[in-house]
């Protein structure tokens, strides 16, 4: 069973004109982080609100922790932490989770234990007293995700949660998402921050204009191609000229080039023709495409799956 399952999910918004997911398809497994990345507009949070029930498909169908999103008893195992909220700033840390909690149906006693944990797991303990508006944009975005799991998800859903926080704060959400999955919980998470999640997921989803580009596991999708820095002695041919016919792009930097070939069988065909010229090969060295270069080719580039 996939924790989150869509079927040619689809929601056009203002009588069709606005197609913000089309014929959506992804599969999320259970106690993975799955990183939904697409620049702003993308479809993004559409897709999270839909799974949710906030907002209903205009078509195709989905299903989350096994039962129809229909089915609204499936929100007592989700969490949720919203793009841009905003909690009531005349209430502290521990007002607001007792607020929530209690909303989730959790009993009093329940919470005065589940309570002082949640914020210790986010580092707010000394600030639980203090109320939300003297927070930093760090500090509200942990206090969220300790409202996000109030209700022990087994689901979370987290819309831009290190959007306007600095680099420290960044690394402790990263840090906190990290050790939620090592109890199991599965999350969902959407950013146009590549560098956010390219460090912390299992699978990533690349969306752009309501379209699933690529899916895949972090590694395949930097894997696809691969690059490698050449140093060589120039003799009589040029470079270009040398690998004219191998359909090899090449790149020239000051004292060296780089190519970009579909495997290594391809590079030692390139190998063996600069040997047959016998041109002197100084080094070779890998270079690592980053899921950033990966990100942006696609996105300029990219045609729907
Ligand atoms: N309620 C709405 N009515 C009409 N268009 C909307 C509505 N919500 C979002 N959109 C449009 O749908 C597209 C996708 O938006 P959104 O899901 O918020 O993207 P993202 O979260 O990736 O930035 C955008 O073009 C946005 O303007
Ligand atoms: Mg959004």
Redesign the pocket.
Known sequence: MYTVETFDLTKH??GGK?K??TNCNIRVEEGRIFGLL??????????VKTLLGIIHPTGGSAKVLGQPITDYHIHNKIGYLA?NHRFPEFLNARQILLYYGKMSGLSKETLSRKIPELLELVNLSDWADVKTHKYSKGMAQRLGLAHALINDPDLIFL?EPTDGIDPVGRKEIRDLLLKLRTEGKTIFL?S?QLSEVERISDEIAI?KN?NVLQIGRVDDFISVKSQYQLQIQNGTLSFSELCAGLNIPVLQAEDHYTVTVEDERHLNRLIDKLRAEKVLIKSIVPRKITLEDYFIDVIEEGEAL
Not at 39 to 46: F, M, V
């Open positions: 918004y203002s606005v913000a997911l697409g620049p702003n507009g993308a479809g993004k949070t559409t897709l793009e819309d959407n146009h969306l309501g």
